[in-house]
């Protein structure tokens, strides 16, 4: 059973079909992560009350056959030792975002020159914002995969430098914030009724990007940071 006292990050763990519903609601799962679940929704103003009978109802009490892929997904992350977890994220998720990067920003410089003329107000600041989302998670991929992936994969059970994951956390911070920033500014990722196939598919680009950073940094930050910190094979 879900209550406000559980972590949102142990929802999450126990209930991975979750996701959908907190990404629908603007709850951090990533980031956040550590909140109290009634205290994360008491920051977006929605009656806990009322919000934890829905989720009880949606993924406690139906069956999980549907989801059963999700499930398993999430117990074999679970059962991953540091190292065999580190390439996963870096096979995974680290590859699929440098292709949409990559194609996020041939598109978005394509849409901000034929719509500037009557959509600059939220074309220009969403380039901006996507500039440095881009250069944020580029340095952060290289940081992880040439310094601290190996020294991880060295010293996962022994001595260890604290200050590595403290490090990774705040730059998951940051770029958790930056897409906040994105997600307003896109209106939840709502083209306007005028765009061009282009801009549809540079939000829809945006949005997959989104959706795999936050479930990158809930696997960082919720699995592979415990483990590494515990020392656990």
Known sequence: MITGKMKVTDVV????????????????????????????????????KSFIELLNKKLVNKPRKSNKGQVLAMERLTEMDVPDLIDY?????H??????????????NKVLLVHYEDHQEQLVP???LFS??????????????KLIFPYM???????????????LEDEHEGAGNLIKEITACTNDFTPPKDGCASYRLVFQR???????????IFTENSLLFPKYEGGIR
């Open 95 to 108: 590859s699929k975002e440098r292709t949409l990067l990559a194609e996020i920003d041939e598109l978005i």
């Open 13 to 48: 763990k126990a209930y991975p079909e979750a996701v959908e519903i907190f990404n629908d609601f603007h709850i951090d799962y990533c980031c956040g992560g550590k909140n109290d679940l009634e205290i994360a929704l008491q920051e977006l103003g929605i009656e806990s």
């Open 153 to 167: 994969k060295k010293t996962f059970t022994g001595d260890k430098n604290a200050g590595y994951v403290k490090e």
């Open 132 to 145: 440095d989302l881009r250069k944020e998670l580029q340095e952060h991929f290289a940081k992880e995969e």
């Open 89 to 93: 994220i870096i096979d995974t998720h």
């Open 206 to 216: 945006l949005e997959e990007l989104v959706k795999d950073v936050y479930i990158h």
């Open 126 to 128: 969403l380039h901006g």
